[in-house]
């Protein structure tokens, strides 16, 4: 995704901000949905959530 053409321009690309994530975790109604809702968090606040 980074190095994608004319994607150059987008913020996230332009400050390294790009996160894979598992989509199954976030996407599929189920109890493992809290999980990837944690997995999520963890990514954008990583402080918060040691």
């Known amino acids: 995704m980074m ?9 996230a690309i332009k400050k390294e901000q790009v996160y894979d994530m598992h989509g199954d975790l976030l996407t599929r109604p189920g109890p493992r949905l ?17």
């Not at 190095?3 to 913020?11: A, G, S």
């Not at 809290?34 to 040691?50: I, N, V």
């Open 3 to 11: 190095k994608r053409e004319n994607w150059q321009d987008v913020t």
């Open 34 to 50: 809290t999980e990837g809702l944690k997995e999520l968090a963890k990514t954008l606040y990583p402080d918060l959530m040691k």
